[in-house]
C-alpha cells in the first residue's frame, strides 16, 4: 500500500512509504506520512519518484514475513539503480530479527528500526536525506480511504496464546490514552471519515493496563458523540471480552456498526488448551446465539487455525462442525506456521503441510456454502452503503455496515453517486462473497 500526501514544495526530499500488514501497520504509515510532512518532506506515490524508501513490513505469519523479505529484496534493487537513493526498513520484520541481522542480510538497508516508533522513523530520513525545514502550515493524518480511517486505540498484546508473535514483536498492551483517541478521531471525522474502525491486538482488554476495567463501552459513548461520523466498527475482539456493557451498545447505538470480528482460533477445547486460548464450541455457539438474539441483524465475522500440532482429523472435523453449526457470515482460516520463539514451535507432532492446506480447503468450502445462504436472505431489503471508488459510468463499489475494509467482500451499486458518502440502496442479489444493488 503506498500512501501519497504531496506539497507544494518542488525542492523537498522525496520519500515512498509503502505499507505491507494489517490496518495496526496502515495507521502507523499515516502517522508517518503526515510527520514526514510536517518535516519538510513531500511524500510520493511510486519508489522510481523517491530519494527515500521506507519499507513498512510485517512478520505475523511465515507468508506476511515472506512477503516482507521479497519487497526488500525489490527495494535493495532499487537501491542499487541510482546513486544516492536510500533505504528505511521499519516495521515487524526489523522487531523480529534485529536491525543488525537484518542490514547483514540486506546490506542496501541504510538503517532499520523497530514498529511503531514514528518519531524516530522521521529522524531517520532526516539522517538519510535532510529536509530544508518544517512544511509552513499545518499537517493532519488523512483518512485511510474514501470516508473510512482506522484509529489504533492499543499497541501490544498481553495474552499469551502459544501460537503467537505478536507479544515479541510489539511488547504488552499499552492502551493510547482516550482524549488521544478522541482527538484523532475528531480529526479524522473532521475531514471526511464518516466511518472509523477501531484496531488493537485485543480490543476489549483497551484500558486494562492502566485502570484494571474494561474502557472499550467508555470510548464508544464518547467516540459516537462525534458529529460527521456515522459507523464506528469494532476489529478483533476476543470472544472472553464480549460482555454485557458491549453487547448493550451493539444492540442499542444506531452508529455502532451491527458487525463483530470476533477470532475463536479454534473449537476444540483440547486443541484451545494448546493455544493458550480460553472456550470451546459449546461456549462460542452459545455466545453467537446471545449476540443474533440481542442484536438482530447483526454479522459475525471469525479466524481460525488450522493445523495446529497434534490436531487430530477428529478434531478437525469438530471444527468442521463447529463453522457449520454457528453460521458466521464471514470467516478467514490460516493454516498454522512455526514462528521461532513461540511456545508451539516446539510442540509434536507437526501436521503435514499438505493437510493443512486440505484442512483449510475444507473449511473455506463449508463457508462459502453457509456464506452464500446467509447473503441470499438479504436480497430485497435496504441498506445503508458507504461508496468507496467507480467501477464505471453509474457503477460503484462500495461496503454495507456489514463488510469490514480489506477483509470482506462488498456491494456492486448500479445508481448516481460520490466516493465517501453513505447512501440507501436497495439489495437485488447475492453471490459468495458480494451482494449487488440500486442506489435508491
Request: with cysteine; charged share 25%.
Amino acid at each position: 500500500m503506498r500512501i501519497p500526501l504531496a506539497i507544494n514544495n518542488p525542492w523537498a526530499p522525496k520519500v515512498c512509504l509503502i505499507t505491507l500488514g494489517c490496518p495496526k501497520n496502515q495507521v502507523d504509515s499515516e502517522h508517518a506520512i503526515a510527520a514526514l510532512t510536517a518535516s519538510g518532506y513531500r511524500v510520493v506515490a511510486e519508489p522510481d519518484e523517491a530519494e527515500v524508501l521506507v519499507l513498512n513490513t510485517c512478520a505475523f505469519i511465515r507468508p506476511a514475513e515472506e512477503e516482507a523479505v521479497q519487497a526488500l529484496l525489490e527495494a535493495a534493487a532499487w537501491k542499487r539503480k541510482q546513486r544516492g537513493r536510500r533505504l528505511l526498513a521499519v516495521g515487524c520484520l526489523v522487531a523480529k530479527y534485529g536491525a543488525g541481522r537484518l542490514q547483514k542480510l540486506v546490506p542496501q538497508v541504510d538503517q532499520a528500526l523497530p514498529p511503531h516508533a514514528v518519531d524516530s522513523w522521521v529522524e531517520a530520513a532526516q539522517r538519510l536525506a535532510p529536509s530544508s525545514g518544517r512544511f509552513g502550515g499545518p499537517v493532519h493524518r488523512g483518512v485511510s480511504g474514501p470516508g473510512t480511517a482506522y484509529v489504533k486505540i492499543a499497541e501490544g498484546c498481553s495474552r499469551r496464546c502459544t501460537f503467537c508473535i505478536i507479544p515479541r514483536l510489539r511488547g504488552p498492551l499499552c492502551s493510547v490514552p482516550m482524549n488521544e483517541v478522541l482527538t484523532e478521531a475528531r480529526a479524522l471525522a473532521a475531514r471526511g471519515a464518516k466511518e472509523i474502525v477501531l484496531v488493537a491486538q485485543d480490543l476489549a482488554r483497551y484500558g486494562y493496563d492502566v485502570s484494571r476495567r474494561p474502557l472499550l463501552p467508555a470510548l464508544i459513548d464518547r467516540l459516537v458523540k462525534i458529529p460527521g461520523l456515522k459507523w464506528l466498527r469494532l476489529m478483533y475482539v476476543n470472544p472472553d471480552g464480549v460482555d454485557e456493557a458491549l453487547v448493550r451498545r451493539l444492540a442499542r447505538e444506531p452508529k455502532v456498526c451491527k458487525y463483530l470480528d470476533m477470532p475463536v482460533q479454534h473449537a476444540h477445547p483440547r486443541v484451545l488448551r494448546a493455544m493458550g486460548r480460553p472456550g470451546g464450541a459449546e461456549k462460542f455457539l452459545g455466545l453467537v446465539r446471545t449476540l443474533r438474539q440481542r442484536v438482530p441483524g447483526i454479522v459475525l465475522r471469525t479466524t481460525l487455525l488450522t493445523g495446529f500440532p497434534g490436531e487430530t482429523e477428529a478434531e478437525h472435523r469438530a471444527l468442521l462442525d463447529f463453522v457449520r453449526a454457528a453460521e458466521f457470515d464471514r470467516v478467514g482460516v490460516f493454516t498454522y506456521s512455526a514462528e521461532a520463539g513461540t511456545p508451539s514451535a516446539a510442540l509434536r507432532p507437526r501436521v503435514p503441510q499438505a493437510t493443512r492446506d486440505r484442512r483449510r480447503r475444507e473449511l473455506m468450502l463449508a463457508q462459502a456454502e453457509i456464506s452464500r445462504r446467509r447473503l441470499a436472505r438479504r436480497v430485497g431489503t435496504v441498506v445503508d452503503c458507504l461508496l468507496e471508488e467507480a467501477a464505471g459510468p453509474r457503477l460503484w463499489l462500495g461496503r454495507t455496515a456489514g463488510d469490514a475494509p480489506e477483509v470482506d467482500g462488498g456491494i456492486v451499486l448500479t445508481g448516481a453517486g460520490r466516493a465517501g458518502t453513505i447512501v440507501r440502496a436497495r439489495v437485488t442479489g447475492a453471490g459468495e462473497h458480494d451482494l449487488t444493488g440500486v442506489i435508491l
